[in-house]
């Protein structure tokens, strides 16, 4: 579903990188909903056998409203993706309403690269792009893995395009 097909590129230009964000945020939410559901199933066992059914029921709503939040968090991954082409930056995002936004590389005046140390460990970051085509004037593609090498992707196509 993301990602940029081949019958969209403009003759001559070709995909050089696509990238989703990074999956541990998807990871993170799959903890949590392991660990919801280990909090609720102690809580069950720990229940008196004279409980009424409905204390049970009721128990099975964050069960529900935790899955919800995962199955939430993985479609909003799934429907991300940033595409680098020879010739542009495009960024895909949606799945009801979808939001296509794209930089072409003559445009860029600058890119940045942002990392905490935690981002550094894992290889993620954030690319800020600077443009005198986006209406905002900057653009932060959020939490991508291999950031390094998208950077220095980016940089090299701003250096040959000038």
């Not at 004037?137 to 998208?150: A, F, R």
Request: glycine letters at 6%.
């Amino acid at each position: 579903m993301a990602g940029l097909s081949s019958k969209h590129l403009s003759e001559g230009e070709e995909i050089l990188a696509e990238v989703r964000k990074f999956f541990g945020k998807v990871v993170y939410a799959i903890i949590l909903y392991v660990i919801l559901i280990a909090v609720l199933t102690a809580i069950v066992i720990l229940l008196p056998a004279n409980t009424p059914r409905y204390v049970g029921l009721i128990l099975l709503i964050p069960a529900v409203l935790g899955l919800i939040y995962l199955l939430v968090k993985y479609v909003n991954w799934k429907v991300y993706s940033l595409t680098v082409t020879n010739r542009r930056l495009v960024e895909a995002n949606g799945l009801l309403k979808r939001t296509v936004r794209e930089v072409p590389i003559n445009k860029i005046q600058t890119v940045n690269l942002n990392q905490n140390i935690f981002e550094r460990m894992f290889k993620v970051g954030d690319i800020e792009i600077s443009s005198g085509a986006l209406r905002d004037g900057t653009l932060i593609y959020t939490s991508l893995p291999h950031c390094e090498t998208i950077f220095h992707l980016i940089s090299q196509l701003i250096d040959e395009s000038r």
